[in-house]
């Protein structure tokens, strides 16, 4: 449409300058001694007009032979900028095809700018890494962090020590990263998980924290490994009392009265000569929940005074008549005061609710002792059955 628009107006140019030359009755005198010229006003404005054209035109020309070089080399430049593009779209692809091998060796030794050279490198090494390629993951980390790439590198560098259960040197990483983006939600991931491999419960009860403020990970999740962490730094009191009694001071009251953080506290009171505290802490938790493990564990304990466990034992009875767990409790209990009769009524009640082996092999003990030996070896082989059924 444009070119039909432009020939409209070069004829309708043509027509105007053919009509005013044929009435147009001006003329030139050109005189250059001893020469002389007449010209038509019009042949005389054409020919200037002319003049003008060719002029810029030669001008265009010249200066278009002196940039060749220059517009030859942008030409490349643009080809060869392109290639490189397909190329990395090409690793991209191999990438994302799971072509570990095709994406190693195209990403690996791609060149263009450096903003993407870094991110080359990192794809290059998760492949390498899939590929189990240790020489050249490292080789391209490396690379990596040379050309900008840092906090990728030591992100994905950890990621892979963490898989290798390299705990260690991953945290060498993590903090390499931290360095660049303290306050980054993945690296305080990694670092969780790094310091839970090492034991270090007291940095993953920071780091608990840091992830709340966050909001980087699911308040069910976080209060898993908060039970986690206050278990495991319990235990690793148990040889300090008075580590142990601060700590547990510090432990929120809803964790107190966790069945998980309980029996790890618990325990390790009881380690610590302190069984009436471990009675008081399983009686909270237990008069909270209902949990069979801590109705075990209460029967293990050899508090100050056994009769207060027992009478604690059956008011929980009342609430759990049916508890065969609970009966047994009672039963060893009963047991170590010599209450006799008491602790075979309850094993008798706790086998007709739910026979077990612990209650077999304690009702076995009864009869032993008692002088009924035929029936403690039924009972005995009860037990063995139930062994051999699981």
């Known amino acids: 449409m444009r070119w039909l628009i432009s020939l409209l107006i070069i004829?309708?140019?043509a027509a105007g300058l053919a009509m005013a030359g044929r009435y147009d009755p001006g003329y030139v005198v050109l005189v250059y001694p001893p020469w002389r010229m007449e010209i038509s006003f019009i042949s005389f404005v054409l020919m200037l007009v002319g003049l003008v054209v060719?002029?810029?035109?030669?001008?265009?020309l010249t200066l278009l032979t002196l940039n060749l070089p220059r517009i030859v080399r942008e030409q490349r430049?643009?080809?060869?900028?392109?290639?490189?593009?397909?190329n990395f779209a090409g690793?991209?692809?191999?990438?994302?095809e799971h072509r570990y091998q095709d994406a190693e060796q195209i990403l690996g030794k791609w060149q263009g700018d450096a903003t993407r050279i870094g991110v080359a490198r990192v794809l290059a090494a998760h492949a390498a890494q899939d590929m189990r390629a240790s020489a050249q993951r490292e080789r391209h980390v490396r690379e990596a962090a040379e050309h900008g790439a840092e906090l990728a590198a030591q992100l994905f560098e950890a990621e892979t020590l963490l898989d290798m259960k390299d705990a260690t040197g991953a945290l060498v990483a993590i903090q390499s990263a931290r360095a660049i983006a303290p306050q980054h939600t993945a690296l305080l991931r990694l670092e969780l998980k790094a310091r839970q491999m090492t034991g270090q419960w007291d940095e993953v009860d920071k780091l608990l924290d840091a992830l709340t403020r966050s909001n980087a990970m699911e308040p069910a999740t976080i209060a898993q490994l908060r039970r986690m962490a206050y278990a495991e730094n319990l235990r690793r009191r148990a040889e300090d009392d008075r580590a142990l009694?601060?700590?547990?001071?510090?432990?929120?009251?809803?964790?107190k009265t966790d069945?998980?953080?309980?029996?790890?506290?618990?325990?390790a009171f009881m380690q610590r000569g302190g069984a009436d505290t471990a009675l008081d802490v399983i009686e909270a938790a237990l008069?909270?929940?209902w949990h069979e493990d801590l109705v075990t564990l209460y029967g293990d304990v050899r508090g100050s005074s056994p009769t207060r466990q027992i009478e604690q034992?059956?008011?929980w009875l009342h609430a759990q008549p049916r508890d065969a767990q609970l009966l047994l409790t009672l039963a060893h209990l009963c047991s170590v005061q010599e209450l006799w009769g008491k602790a075979q009524s309850y094993l008798e009640a706790s086998l007709a609710v739910a026979p077990s082996t612990e209650a077999h092999i304690r009702m076995a003990e009864l009869r032993t002792q008692s002088g009924q030996t035929g029936e403690a070896c039924q009972h005995y082989q009860k037990a063995l059955a139930l062994c051999r059924a699981q």
């Open 11 to 13: 004829v309708v140019l």
């Open 54 to 60: 060719g002029g810029i035109l030669l001008l265009r």
């Open 77 to 86: 430049e643009r080809r060869a900028a392109q290639k490189r593009d397909e």
């Open 91 to 96: 690793g991209l692809k191999a990438y994302t």
């Open 245 to 255: 009694l601060e700590y547990w001071k510090k432990v929120p009251a809803d964790f």
């Open 259 to 267: 069945a998980f953080v309980a029996r790890a506290a618990a325990r």
């Open 287 to 289: 008069n909270r929940d």
């Open 313 to 315: 034992a059956e008011k």
